[in-house]
């Protein structure tokens, strides 16, 4: 999921978000950038918070942030990326329905993970349109899909509470409190707290937050098209009215889904604080 949603969630869970929450709570999709593998950025967040309750107490904070956030089994990207939870109940449900042996959108490498998660499901049926808004090639288009949908979640998020963006911009602004959170990221992902620093400050770059709107998330997709695969021909337009009717059709998704993720990641922040 994007910013805001992971926001929503620990909101949700906590009642107020912390600095260090929301530096934790990017701190999964940050760690590629830092050098660190995207899969231990997103699977190794249980074992960070144990640490982090071991080594580093005044940062459990930063911990939270980052296990709600993540693919650990109950946390946000694992419905959201990993695992279909079948058990949610909600109008307009996305089903899996893919032909995966016949989409050219995924690799027959991909076909034994499939269904995915919830983003991965509900981005099926606009995958053709994606392929056409991005141009990108077919082998990206099924990952891309999911990202339009995380991407309609945004735009939902920042419509339900716009005080989130700003939260996030302010404590991206903090210098003080990242290379903070950057030294004991550091310590135990074995990585560099200057990397991780550099990354921290690209946040109002690389992410949609002072202005949340369908354009301004096409115009960040669009940058990172040309700085990610060297593809500048994208049709930023198309690519916001999509976004646009996307954020429509999952209207009535949102909140029973940020509640259903917000309900499993609590249960597993809770059994981790007790353990």
Not at 38 to 56: L, V
Not at 166 to 180: C, M, N, P, V
């Amino acid at each position: 999921m994007f910013p805001l949603v992971h926001y929503a969630v620990n909101k949700k869970i906590y009642g107020q978000v912390s600095p260090l929450m929301i530096i934790g709570g990017l701190w999964p999709d940050m760690a590629v950038g830092a050098k660190v593998q995207r899969e231990d950025g997103h699977t190794k967040c249980k074992e960070f918070f144990t640490w982090c309750k071991e080594n580093a107490p005044d940062y459990l904070d930063l911990a939270r942030g980052a296990l709600s956030h993540s693919s650990e089994p109950g946390c946000v990207d694992y419905f959201a990326d990993e695992y279909y939870p079948e058990d949610l109940v909600c109008e307009a449900k996305p089903q899996p329905g893919l032909d995966i042996m016949h989409s050219r959108f995924i690799a027959e490498k991909y076909c034994s993970e499939y269904p995915k998660g919830w983003c991965f499901v509900g981005g099926e049926k606009y995958l053709e349109e994606v392929s056409a808004a991005t141009g990108l090639p077919d082998g990206l288009i099924w990952w891309k899909g999911h990202n339009f949908v995380e991407m309609g979640y945004e735009l939902l998020a920042d419509e339900q509470d716009p005080s989130m963006k700003e939260h996030i911009l302010e404590t991206s602004h903090d210098k003080q409190q990242i290379a903070q959170a950057a030294e004991v990221l550091a310590a135990f992902y074995n990585a560099s707290a200057e990397r991780i620093k550099l990354i921290y400050s690209r946040i109002p770059i690389l992410f949609a937050l002072k202005e949340v709107n369908a354009q301004t998330l096409a115009i960040k997709q669009r940058r990172l098209f040309i700085i990610r695969f060297n593809h500048g021909t994208a049709n930023q337009a198309a690519m916001a009215e999509l976004i646009n009717r996307i954020r429509e059709d999952l209207r009535p998704t949102y909140l029973p889904l940020l509640n259903y993720m917000a309900a499993h990641a609590a249960q597993v922040l809770s059994n981790m604080e007790h353990r």
